[in-house]
């Protein structure tokens, strides 16, 4: 898992098993919770939880660009259930986020079918203009500018 330190600070990220061509940078931290105990969807869900994000937001160093230290990273208290209810959880929010994401697409299709019907029924003729748009006249292209230089050797 990967949380951002530096700028953005609590944006995260979970990285899946075996992923070797990640590459985080000193604006990150990267948390390797000890799976027996927590798990790392759980635990990214409750990062990113906008309660526990402002919680996070609290213990930045304020300066020109906000600094989240593992420190005070380390004095975050994690409200942690039992593995199992964890797991229970972890499956409940990352259904909810893939139904989010299916009704994101479905309204992200719909707008624009809705467009195109809309400008398929009117025909492209809006009250107060001419049904057949007149053409600009063509105009004559002039030959471009040159810049004059005086090269002295």
């Not at 985080?24 to 990214?44: E, F, G, K, W």
């Not at 300066?63 to 975050?76: I, N």
């Not at 959880?89 to 259904?95: D, I, K, P, R």
């Amino acid at each position: 898992m990967v949380l951002v330190r530096l700028g953005g600070v609590g944006r995260v990220a979970l990285l899946g098993e075996g992923v070797d061509d990640w590459v985080y940078h000193s604006s990150c931290i990267r948390i390797r919770p000890d799976a027996s105990q927590i798990n790392p969807v759980y635990l990214a869900a409750y990062l990113a939880y906008p309660p526990v994000v402002d919680q996070l937001l609290s213990h930045v160093q304020v300066g020109t660009v906000p600094l989240l230290t593992a420190g005070s990273l380390r004095s975050l208290h994690v409200a942690l259930p039992g593995p199992n209810l964890q797991a229970v959880m972890a499956g409940a929010l990352a259904e909810a986020a893939l139904q989010m994401d299916i009704q994101q697409r479905i309204l992200t299709r719909l707008t624009s079918v809705r467009q195109g019907l809309f400008t398929h029924m009117l025909g492209n003729n809006l009250p107060g203009e001419a049904t057949s748009r007149p053409q600009p006249a063509a105009r004559e292209r002039k030959a471009p500018r040159t810049r004059r230089t005086n090269r002295m050797s």
